[in-house]
């Protein structure tokens, strides 16, 4: 099974080959190919940071390239030039200087040049009239987490859904693990993923120890995403292949379990520049009723995940290449033609788990509507579940971890982050069984909180929470 790791906060580098300037005489194997590197400088920068821009020549021969970086703020009109600094072999790194970081956005690019065949190339391509760019979160709410308390987390306000350990499936040997996801319906019912049956049981609202019906699916679906539609349809994740033949795809599933069609994802296996995709990529709604699917990105520096279409609001597969063309990066679609931008952060040279994320709101415009810092002194990391709006507030998952094993403990926690700070928070302790690459915690369509508790011995469990009780 092809899956998709790492989404969550990890940022990886990618290469683009790019041609040499006008009126430089190269040979093909003298074409210069760079990469920016994504650590140093992500999509939301904040004034005080230290930003440290990266570029890597590879092109093989080239030792000693040269080059600088030209950066300016949405407040100036004129770019700055920063002389790159050898900081490796065929690497070039500049600090950008902390005056610049401030206005609304933070814009840049390099030329970097071989003094040996006096080719040089820039990044991005175009450069001055196309920099690449960062947003300067100037007036952002900070968020202090504190030290986390482990073992303090609060009773449901309801079990919504329950099942017996014998009316499910489980993986007990090699890699174990059971249900891993679920989905809550408009009408309050509860989808359970029970894939290792090939199957989805779903309970009616206000009958939780009764399933109410169940759902063939097309196939052995383990750790395939799944969505659930107004008209009670559904999608889910696939593929065919193994390896570099592997080909993801989509299904649409009717009321009853037969396929109403099949397509293909946008993705390169070979080519880990573009789009990855795997099985358990995230399949979200957009606010217009949109189907996306969480890619990845590495192509973009500083941002690599990107939404992609994948099904219209009425239930039509996007052709592939529109799939490519209507990618929404960086951002998360979200109510009120916004995009939420999401990043784990940490300080360059600082060599430990992250403790920091950052959020923004964009407005239809690229400004920032709102942002917010959250520091943690406790590790943090996004959890697989997707943030979403609640009145307008991004609920956020974070996992929480600290100590090794035998010591190691691992929460979830849930922040509502308001227009001054934490509007609430709730932990809850990891109780999904073994391995899981899907959500099992989700915000339903009634802004409540639900999280999935699984185990072969007791069986599976879904509680509901409330998001609205002040911290």
């Given at each position: 099974?092809n899956k998709?790791?790492g989404?969550?906060?990890?940022l990886?580098s990618?290469?683009?080959?790019?041609t040499?300037?006008?009126?430089?005489?190269?040979?093909p194997s003298?074409?210069?190919a760079a990469?920016q590197?994504?650590?140093?400088?992500g999509?939301?920068v904040?004034p005080g940071?230290r930003?440290?821009?990266?570029?890597t020549?590879?092109t093989?021969?080239?030792?000693?390239?040269?080059?600088?970086?030209y950066?300016?703020?949405?407040a100036?009109?004129r770019?700055?030039s920063?002389?790159?600094?050898?900081?490796?072999?065929?690497?070039l790194?500049a600090v950008v200087?902390?005056?610049?970081?401030?206005g609304h956005r933070?814009?840049?690019?390099?030329?970097?040049?071989?003094?040996?065949?006096g080719?040089?190339v820039?990044?991005?391509?175009?450069?001055a009239?196309?920099?690449?760019?960062?947003?300067v979160?100037?007036?952002s709410?900070?968020?202090?987490l504190?030290?986390h308390?482990?073992?303090h987390?609060p009773?449901p306000?309801a079990v919504v859904?329950?099942?017996?350990?014998?009316?499910?499936?489980?993986?007990l040997?090699g890699d174990?693990?059971?249900?891993q996801?679920?989905?809550?319906g408009?009408?309050?019912?509860?989808?359970?993923d029970?894939?290792?049956?090939?199957?989805?049981?779903?309970?009616?609202a206000?009958?939780?120890?009764?399933?109410?019906r169940?759902?063939?699916l097309?196939?052995?679906?383990a750790?395939?995403?799944?969505?659930l539609?107004r008209?009670g349809?559904l999608y889910?994740?696939?593929?065919?292949?193994t390896g570099?033949?592997f080909?993801?795809?989509l299904?649409h599933l009717?009321?009853?379990?037969?396929?109403?069609?099949q397509t293909?994802l946008?993705?390169?296996?070979?080519?880990?520049?573009?789009?990855?995709v795997?099985?358990?990529?995230?399949l979200?709604?957009?606010?217009?009723?949109?189907?996306n699917?969480?890619?990845g990105?590495p192509g973009?520096?500083g941002?690599?995940?990107?939404?992609?279409?994948?099904?219209?609001p009425?239930g039509?597969?996007?052709?592939v290449?529109?799939?490519?063309l209507?990618?929404v990066?960086?951002g998360?679609?979200?109510?009120g033609n916004?995009r939420l931008v999401?990043?784990?952060y940490?300080?360059?040279?600082?060599?430990?788990a992250?403790?920091q994320?950052?959020?923004a709101?964009?407005g239809?415009?690229?400004?920032?509507?709102?942002?917010w810092q959250v520091?943690s002194?406790?590790?943090?990391?996004f959890n697989y579940?997707?943030?979403?709006l609640?009145?307008g507030?991004?609920?956020v998952?974070f996992d929480?971890?600290?100590g090794?094993?035998?010591n190691f403990?691992w929460e979830?926690?849930v922040?509502?982050?308001?227009?001054?700070g934490?509007r609430?928070?709730?932990?809850?302790?990891?109780?999904?069984?073994?391995?899981?690459?899907?959500?099992?915690?989700?915000?339903?369509p009634?802004?409540?909180?639900y999280?999935l508790?699984s185990?072969?011995?007791?069986?599976?469990?879904?509680?509901?929470?409330?998001?609205?009780t002040?911290r």
């Amino acid at each position: 099974m092809n899956k998709l790791l790492g989404l969550a906060g990890s940022l990886v580098s990618i290469s683009m080959v790019l041609t040499a300037t006008a009126g430089a005489r190269i040979a093909p194997s003298a074409v210069l190919a760079a990469h920016q590197e994504p650590r140093g400088i992500g999509q939301l920068v904040v004034p005080g940071d230290r930003v440290e821009i990266t570029y890597t020549v590879d092109t093989k021969g080239v030792q000693a390239p040269t080059g600088a970086l030209y950066v300016r703020s949405d407040a100036d009109r004129r770019f700055e030039s920063v002389v790159l600094k050898p900081s490796g072999r065929a690497a070039l790194s500049a600090v950008v200087p902390a005056r610049l970081i401030r206005g609304h956005r933070l814009l840049y690019y390099a030329v970097l040049r071989d003094p040996k065949t006096g080719c040089s190339v820039r990044v991005p391509a175009g450069g001055a009239a196309r920099p690449q760019s960062a947003w300067v979160l100037e007036r952002s709410v900070t968020v202090k987490l504190g030290a986390h308390r482990f073992g303090h987390t609060p009773a449901p306000e309801a079990v919504v859904a329950r099942a017996a350990p014998a009316d499910v499936g489980w993986q007990l040997g090699g890699d174990p693990f059971g249900p891993q996801t679920f989905l809550v319906g408009r009408d309050g019912s509860i989808w359970l993923d029970d894939g290792l049956q090939q199957r989805m049981l779903v309970w009616r609202a206000g009958h939780p120890d009764a399933v109410d019906r169940t759902l063939p699916l097309p196939f052995f679906a383990a750790d395939n995403d799944v969505a659930l539609a107004r008209d009670g349809t559904l999608y889910v994740t696939g593929g065919e292949g193994t390896g570099l033949d592997f080909q993801p795809l989509l299904f649409h599933l009717g009321a009853g379990g037969q396929v109403l069609w099949q397509t293909r994802l946008a993705a390169d296996i070979r080519d880990t520049g573009a789009f990855l995709v795997g099985t358990n990529s995230l399949l979200r709604f957009g606010p217009d009723g949109t189907l996306n699917l969480l890619v990845g990105m590495p192509g973009r520096p500083g941002g690599e995940r990107g939404w992609m279409p994948v099904a219209t609001p009425s239930g039509q597969p996007v052709p592939v290449a529109r799939q490519r063309l209507r990618t929404v990066w960086p951002g998360q679609p979200v109510a009120g033609n916004l995009r939420l931008v999401s990043e784990i952060y940490v300080p360059p040279g600082v060599d430990r788990a992250p403790r920091q994320a950052r959020f923004a709101l964009i407005g239809r415009r690229g400004a920032v509507v709102r942002a917010w810092q959250v520091t943690s002194r406790t590790d943090i990391n996004f959890n697989y579940a997707t943030p979403e709006l609640v009145g307008g507030d991004p609920v956020v998952v974070f996992d929480v971890t600290a100590g090794r094993q035998p010591n190691f403990r691992w929460e979830y926690l849930v922040v509502r982050l308001g227009r001054r700070g934490a509007r609430s928070t709730v932990s809850l302790r990891r109780a999904v069984f073994g391995d899981n690459l899907l959500a099992d915690v989700r915000v339903g369509p009634d802004g409540k909180l639900y999280q999935l508790s699984s185990s072969p011995t007791t069986g599976v469990v879904v509680d509901r929470y409330s998001l609205g009780t002040a911290r």
